[in-house]
């Protein structure tokens, strides 16, 4: 059973204003073919910069990557991150605007998105030319006293 708890208009409003962050309540998954998570587990990100900035222009791409990256750890008050700037945390994907976009299905869900070529996670390589290097360099983070 699918549950669409907003319609497609009222998503495409919200995501146009600046104080909404993109996340997503999907976990992270290792491709199983018992499990059937929601696509939004592997496509949350490149559907809203692919799809919705990108392909559609519904809002600027500058928009769409300050919603999944600055934005939210501002909120969270996590401090050196969240911006490409020197002295924070390297947390940065690289993708080809004309390719990136999500793959997941209701019926496929296990499929990672396209058109990413480098992902760098606390400065190391996650992923280097479209393929993964084994490196785990991620932690979990929590929310800081510093939130405005």
């Given at each position: 059973?699918?549950?669409?708890?907003?319609?497609?208009?009222?998503?495409r409003?919200?995501?146009?204003q600046?104080?909404v962050?993109?996340?997503?309540d999907?976990g992270?998954?290792?491709?199983d073919?018992?499990?059937?998570p929601h696509p939004?587990?592997y496509?949350t990100?490149p559907?809203?910069?692919?799809?919705?900035?990108?392909q559609?222009?519904?809002?600027?791409l500058?928009?769409?990557?300050r919603?999944?990256?600055?934005l939210?750890?501002?909120?969270?008050?996590?401090?050196d991150?969240?911006?490409?700037?020197?002295?924070?945390f390297?947390?940065?994907?690289?993708f080809?605007p004309d390719t990136?976009?999500?793959k997941?299905?209701y019926?496929k869900?296990?499929?990672?998105?396209?058109?990413?070529s480098?992902?760098?996670?606390?400065?190391?390589?996650?992923?280097?030319?479209?393929?993964?290097?084994?490196k785990?360099a991620?932690?979990?983070?929590?929310k800081?006293?510093?939130?405005?």
């Amino acid at each position: 059973i699918v549950h669409f708890g907003m319609s497609e208009e009222d998503m495409r409003l919200f995501m146009k204003q600046d104080f909404v962050a993109t996340a997503s309540d999907g976990g992270a998954k290792v491709p199983d073919i018992s499990s059937v998570p929601h696509p939004r587990s592997y496509g949350t990100f490149p559907r809203k910069i692919g799809f919705y900035s990108i392909q559609e222009k519904l809002i600027p791409l500058e928009s769409a990557i300050r919603s999944a990256s600055g934005l939210p750890a501002d909120i969270m008050g996590l401090k050196d991150r969240g911006y490409l700037k020197v002295g924070y945390f390297a947390d940065i994907v690289v993708f080809n605007p004309d390719t990136f976009r999500d793959k997941a299905t209701y019926d496929k869900p296990h499929q990672y998105a396209v058109g990413i070529s480098h992902v760098l996670v606390n400065g190391t390589f996650a992923i280097m030319d479209g393929k993964a290097t084994g490196k785990l360099a991620g932690k979990p983070l929590k929310k800081t006293d510093q939130t405005r």
